[in-house]
C-alpha cells in the first residue's frame, strides 16, 4: 500500500505525458519563429522583402496541387534517410553514413534488376527483390559499423563517414567500369531498367510511392521503439549503455538490430531513387540526401513520428528554394541559410527544456 | 488571359482558405507581366558565378536578358536527380516559361524527355549532343566544339612556354575531356613539335583540393603552362599563378585571376544559340532540333589575350582561328595514342561523328586513362 502510494497515478501521469508534449510544440515552434525572426533582419539588411520571402516559400512549398506534389516528392528520400540517423541516435549512435548506404543500396538495386529483367521477370517480382537487395547492401554497410563501434570501439561517426566515402567510391568504380552501359558515354551509368520496369507515381499524382513506403516504416519503427520491450531496451541501452549491460540486455544484438534497420531505411531510400526517378545507378544518386536526414531527425528529436511533418517542411523550403530565386534573385545558399539557422536555434533550445516554469513539473502536482 | 486566369483559379482551390486569398495581390502582377513576353527558364548545375561551365551560360543569359520582351527565370544549384524536373516544371507551371534550357548533362534522360512528353506546348533545349529522331519533336540539344577554342589554347601556349610542357588538370576521361586534351597537345605541336601535354584525372567534375593538388604536381613535374578541363577552373587557374606559372582558361573567362600568367582560354560562346532561340521564338518559328558548332558559326572563343601570351603566341593563335573559321581540321591523320596504335586513320573534319567516340591520349601527351 505504502509503495503504491509513491507511484504517481494515472491521471498525473497524463498529465506529465501532456506537458511534456506542450514543452516539446512550445520550444520547436518558438526556435523555428525565433529563426524566422533573425531569417527575416538578415532580408531586410539585403533590401529584401521577408513578407516576399514567406508567402513565395509558401506559393512554392503548398500554393497549388503542383506545389505540393513538388514538396511530397521532395521529402520521400529524407523521410527515409532521417529515419536511418534516427534509429541509432535512440541508442546513443551518431550514425551519419545514411548517404553511403543510399548509394550503395541503390548500386546494388539496379544492377540486381539487369538479370532479372533480361530474364523477362514481371515488375511485380523484381521490384521487391530490388528493394531487399537494396536493403540487404544498406544494412550490411550500417551494421558493419555497428559491429566496429561494439566489438572494436570504432567511433562509428568517423567509420560511417569514411565508409560513405567508400561506398561512393565503389559504385564509381563499378559504373565506370564492369556495369557500365556502353551508351553512356559522357555520364557512365548502370544499364537501364525501362520505364515499363520501374515504379509508377501514386495514382493521381506525380509522386512516386517512396513517399508510403517512408511513411509507413516511420509508423512502424515509433511503435518498436516505443511500445515494445525491444524498443524499450534499445532507449535503456541509449540511455547508459554499462548500466544497460548491467542489466543484462543484450547490448551487442540490440545494436547490430538498430544498425541494421538504419541501413536498410537508407538502401530502400536508394532503391526508390532508382526505381522510381533514374531507372539505372549513377552518380546522381549522390545528392546529400543522406545528410538532410540528419538534420530532419535532430529536428525531430529522433521521433520517427515526428519525421515525416519535419520532412515536408524541408521539402517544401527546398521546393520553394527555386521560385525565390527565381522571383527575388538571391541565391540558391538564401534557403540553405535558413535551413541552418533553423537547426541551430533548435539545438540550442535544448538547454530550455526543464527550465520553463511554465512547463516545470510541480510539487504535488 | 487563360493563364492569368488559371493561376487565380488554382490558387482559390488549393489555398482552402485567407492564406491563398492574401497572396493574391501579390501574385498576380508578376504572371500578368510573364505572360506578355517569352519567358525562358535556364537551369544550372552548379553556382552561376563558378568561373566556369555554368557562368558560360549565366554570362550568355545576362545578354539575353537585354533582349526586349524576354524574361529569363534562372535557378543554380540544382542536382540531377527529380529536383531538375521539378525546378523546371515549376518554370512551366507558376513562371508561364516556353523555352526551357537544362544546361547539366543527367538532366536529359529522363527528365527532360518526361517533361517533354508532358508538356508538348514547351520547348526543351539541353546542352549536350544527346537528342535522337525518336525523342520527343518538342526536345533537342545544342552544342559547342570547345575542343576548337583548345587547339587555340595549345598553339597560344606552345609560343608562351619556355619548357614546352603543358600540364593539363581534367575531370573524368570522357570523349569530349580527351578531345580537349588531345586538341591542346595537337595545337601546342603544331608550333612546336616537341611540345608535350602531361595529364592528371582528378576523378570528378568539382574537386578542388584535389585540382589544386594535380596542378602542383604538375608544376612540380616542370610544366609551365597549366590548363584543365573541370566545372571551376578557378583554383587550378589560381594555383598555377601563385606558383608563377602561366595558364589557359577553360569554360569562361579567368583572366582576372591571373594577371601575370593568362595566356588566354577556351570560351563557349552560349549567346549565339540563346539569342537565336529567342528570335525564333519571337517570330514564331519552330526551334531546330539541333544545333551545334564552333568557330565555323560563332559558337566558341578564345578570352582576350592576357599578360602571359608572348607576340609570337597572339600571332599564331590569331592564324589558327582564321584557320578554324575556315574549316581547317585539327586532327590530321594518321595519328597514333600514347601507348603506339593508329587511333586516327586519316584526317577527320572538325564536326566528324567519329571523333565523338573518343577513347584516347595521343602520342606527346603524357598520363593514362585507366
Not at chain 1, 538564401?334 to 516545470?360: C, E, K, N, W
Not at chain 2, 547539366?104 to 549532343?129: C, E, W
Not at chain 2, 540539344?141 to 587547339?151: D, G, M, V
Not at chain 2, 594555383?239 to 569562361?252: I, L, M, W
Request: glycine letters at 10%.
Amino acid at each position: 500500500m505504502d509503495a503504491t502510494a509513491n507511484l504517481p497515478p494515472q491521471t498525473r501521469g497524463l498529465t506529465v505525458t501532456a506537458r511534456r508534449a506542450a514543452e516539446t510544440l512550445a520550444i520547436s515552434l518558438g526556435s523555428v519563429a525565433l529563426s524566422a525572426l533573425l531569417f527575416s533582419v538578415f532580408l531586410l539588411l539585403l533590401g529584401k522583402s521577408p513578407v516576399q520571402f514567406f508567402q513565395l516559400v509558401w506559393t512554392g512549398g503548398f500554393g497549388s496541387a503542383f506545389s505540393i506534389q513538388n514538396t511530397l516528392q521532395r521529402s520521400a528520400p529524407i523521410i527515409l534517410t532521417a529515419l536511418a540517423f534516427a534509429i541509432p541516435a535512440i541508442i546513443g549512435l551518431t550514425m551519419i553514413g545514411a548517404e553511403g548506404a543510399l548509394v550503395l543500396g541503390g548500386f546494388v538495386a539496379a544492377i540486381t534488376a539487369l538479370p532479372l529483367i533480361a530474364a523477362g521477370a514481371p515488375p511485380l517480382v523484381l521490384l521487391p527483390l530490388a528493394a531487399a537487395a537494396a536493403m540487404v547492401t544498406g544494412a550490411a554497410l550500417i551494421m558493419l559499423v555497428g559491429w566496429l563501434r561494439h566489438a572494436r570501439s570504432v567511433n562509428e561517426t568517423i567509420s560511417s563517414l569514411l565508409l560513405t566515402y567508400i561506398a561512393i567510391a565503389t559504385m564509381n568504380f563499378f559504373v565506370e567500369g564492369i556495369f557500365r552501359d556502353p551508351a553512356s558515354a559522357n555520364k557512365p551509368s548502370t544499364m537501364p531498367w525501362g520505364k515499363e520496369n520501374m515504379v509508377g507515381a501514386i495514382p493521381g499524382t506525380d509522386v512516386h510511392w517512396g513517399l508510403v513506403a517512408g511513411a509507413v516504416l516511420a509508423v512502424a519503427l515509433w511503435l518498436l521503439m516505443s511500445r515494445t520491450t525491444f524498443g524499450f531496451a534499445a532507449r535503456v541501452t541509449g540511455g547508459n549503455p554499462r548500466a544497460a549491460r548491467a542489466q543484462g540486455l543484450p547490448v551487442g544484438s540490440i545494436i547490430l538490430t538498430c544498425t541494421a534497420l538504419s541501413g536498410a531505411c537508407a538502401g530502400l531510400a536508394g532503391f526508390f531513387e532508382v526505381a522510381a526517378i533514374h531507372g539505372q545507378a549513377n552518380a546522381s544518386l549522390v545528392a546529400g540526401y543522406g545528410f538532410t536526414g540528419i538534420l530532419v531527425s535532430f529536428l525531430a528529436r529522433q521521433n520517427p513520428l515526428a519525421i515525416v511533418p519535419i520532412a515536408i517542411v524541408f521539402g517544401a523550403i527546398e521546393a520553394s528554394g527555386g521560385l525565390i530565386q527565381r522571383r527575388m534573385g538571391l541565391p540558391d545558399a538564401t534557403s540553405a541559410l535558413l535551413q541552418g539557422l533553423i537547426f541551430v536555434m533548435l539545438l540550442a533550445s535544448d538547454a530550455l527544456y526543464g527550465r520553463l516554469p511554465l512547463f516545470r513539473e510541480r510539487e504535488g502536482a | 488571359m487563360t493563364l492569368h486566369t488559371l493561376n487565380r483559379r488554382t490558387l482559390l482551390k488549393t489555398g482552402a482558405a485567407g492564406i491563398g486569398a492574401a497572396m493574391l495581390p501579390f501574385g498576380l502582377p508578376r504572371l500578368a507581366a510573364a505572360q506578355e513576353a517569352l519567358t525562358i527558364g535556364v537551369v544550372y548545375v552548379g553556382a552561376k558565378d563558378d568561373f566556369g561551365w555554368n557562368q558560360a551560360h549565366a554570362v550568355a543569359m545576362e545578354i539575353l536578358k537585354a533582349t526586349p520582351n524576354v524574361t529569363v527565370v534562372e535557378e543554380e544549384n540544382v542536382p540531377e536527380t527529380d529536383a531538375c524536373a521539378k525546378s523546371m516544371e515549376s518554370m512551366i507551371n507558376i513562371d508561364g516559361a516556353k523555352l526551357i534550357l537544362g544546361t547539366s548533362f543527367g538532366y536529359y534522360t529522363p527528365f527532360m524527355l518526361d517533361l517533354a512528353a508532358k508538356y508538348p506546348d514547351v520547348a526543351f533545349r539541353h546542352a549536350a549532343p544527346l537528342w535522337k529522331d525518336s525523342d520527343p519533336a518538342n526536345a533537342g540539344s545544342y552544342f559547342c566544339y570547345l575542343n576548337q577554342a583548345h587547339y587555340v589554347d595549345g598553339v597560344a601556349a606552345g609560343l608562351s612556354s619556355a619548357s614546352g610542357k603543358i600540364g593539363f588538370v581534367a575531370a573524368k576521361p570522357i570523349p569530349s575531356v580527351l578531345s580537349n586534351i588531345n586538341s591542346v597537345l595537337l595545337g601546342a605541336r603544331s608550333v612546336r613539335p616537341d611540345a608535350t601535354v602531361q595529364v592528371i584525372f582528378t576523378g570528378d567534375w568539382s574537386m578542388p583540393v584535389r585540382e589544386a593538388e594535380a596542378a602542383n604536381a604538375l608544376v612540380d613535374a616542370g610544366c609551365d603552362v597549366l590548363t584543365c578541363h573541370v566545372d571551376g577552373p578557378k583554383v587550378v587557374i589560381e594555383t598555377a599563378e601563385a606558383r608563377g606559372v602561366k595558364s589557359c582558361g577553360h569554360n569562361a573567362s579567368q583572366a582576372p585571376l591571373a594577371p601575370k600568367g593568362f595566356i588566354t582560354g577556351a570560351e563557349y560562346k552560349w549567346e549565339t544559340i540563346y539569342t537565336m532561340y529567342a528570335d525564333m521564338l519571337a517570330k514564331g518559328e519552330a526551334l531546330p532540333n539541333v544545333v551545334v558548332g564552333g568557330y565555323h558559326n560563332d559558337m566558341v572563343r578564345n578570352t582576350a589575350y592576357g599578360a602571359g601570351a608572348t607576340p609570337e603566341a597572339i600571332a599564331a593563335a590569331d592564324a589558327a582561328i582564321a584557320g578554324l573559321k575556315e574549316g581547317k581540321p585539327i586532327y590530321v591523320g594518321p595519328l597514333k595514342d600514347n601507348a603506339g596504335n593508329v587511333v586516327i586513320d586519316k584526317t577527320y573534319d572538325n564536326y566528324d561523328p567519329y571523333l565523338d567516340g573518343m577513347n584516347y591520349l595521343l602520342e606527346g601527351v603524357i598520363g593514362s586513362i585507366t
